[in-house]
């Protein structure tokens, strides 16, 4: 009767939780299809209304809103791929390769990420200007192909989810690194990839200051030309909102794709603990 008990306060406590996670993202859309009399409206309006085509079409008009989330879902998904195909290999080799320097290796990559990123922002960017990747989203993907925390993190993953048995089995039955890489240690990752997959698609498709440095108005990403539709002098937050609205659904693709494999994950976790 307790455990029962304690089961349905469980229950209630995360649905509140995800009420209250959910309801700036429900408003938003309300607003997004109404017109900005409604911001002034009390009690504020519950219920979508009928202009968000509308409103959809007006960010279309006033910004390259398609253009926009062209660049940052090819920068965004080839920055995610990259990073943890990438990632994997380099965790891989430190969790389970034996060479000399690797601890030291493994330091310093740590040891990166404790340097603001904005403070190499300036010689990256004149090195941008040497490449002539100004205004091309070059300059976006190929800084982020790989990072110090994608290693790290599945450096971690793979030294404690990846028994070295398992290796050595294959190793006797004649395969190559290569093809553990691709037969034992993809399909071990696969989880934690998943996560940092995950991670790294949200931060370069939120990404803001960079695309505003390298990248000219006429080919901006989401990020930036969210901005621009809240630069005019008279704020349209409806129409910001709907922009908004707009770009956040492929983050909601991306976690509906990608949401399987990292609850198998914890799963996978849950049942080892």
């Known amino acids: 009767m307790r455990a029962a008990k304690g089961m349905r306060l469980t229950y209630l406590t995360l649905l509140g939780v995800a009420f209250f996670t959910a309801l700036p993202l429900y408003f938003s859309v309300v607003v997004a299809s109404r017109d900005n009399a409604a911001l002034a409206q009390v009690p504020p309006p519950m219920i979508p209304g009928g202009n968000f085509f509308e409103n959809i079409g007006?960010?279309?008009?006033?910004?390259?809103?398609?253009?926009?989330?062209?660049?940052?879902?090819?920068?965004?998904?080839?920055?995610?791929?990259?990073?943890?195909f990438l990632s994997t290999l380099a965790g891989f080799a430190f969790a389970k390769l034996r060479f000399r320097g690797r601890q030291a290796l493994l330091l310093i990559t740590v040891a990166t990420m404790m340097v603001p990123s904005l403070l190499g922002m300036i010689p990256l960017y004149m090195l941008m200007v040497k490449l002539e990747w100004t205004g091309s989203i070059y300059a976006l993907i190929v800084p982020g192909l790989v990072n110090?925390?994608?290693?790290?993190?599945?450096?971690?993953?793979?030294?404690?989810?990846?028994p070295t048995e398992l290796l050595e089995a294959g190793r006797v039955d004649g395969c190559t690194t290569w093809g553990l890489v691709?037969?034992?240690?993809?399909?071990?990752?696969?989880?934690?990839?998943?996560v940092l997959g995950m991670l790294t698609f949200m931060n370069a498709w939120n990404d803001y200051m960079w695309p505003l440095l390298v990248l000219t108005p006429e080919n901006p990403t989401v990020q930036v030309a969210l901005s621009t539709l809240a630069a005019g002098y008279v704020n349209?937050?409806?129409?910001?909102?709907?922009?908004?609205?707009l770009g956040t659904l492929p983050l909601v693709l991306v976690f509906a794709l990608l949401g399987k494999h990292i609850i198998g994950g914890i799963m996978q976790g849950a049942v080892k603990g």
Do not use: C, K
């Not at 007006?58 to 990259?82: C, D, H, K, Q, Y």
């Not at 110090?148 to 990846?162: E, H, I, K, P, W």
């Not at 993809?186 to 990839?193: E, H, N, T």
């Open 58 to 84: 007006r960010v279309f008009e006033t910004v390259p809103f398609a253009l926009a989330m062209l660049n940052s879902v090819i920068v965004s998904g080839s920055i995610a791929v990259a990073v943890m």
């Open 182 to 194: 691709w037969h034992v240690v993809f399909p071990a990752a696969r989880p934690a990839a998943a």
């Open 148 to 162: 110090a925390f994608g290693v790290f993190f599945m450096t971690q993953y793979l030294s404690r989810a990846l």
């Open 236 to 245: 349209d937050y409806v129409m910001g909102l709907a922009g908004t609205a």
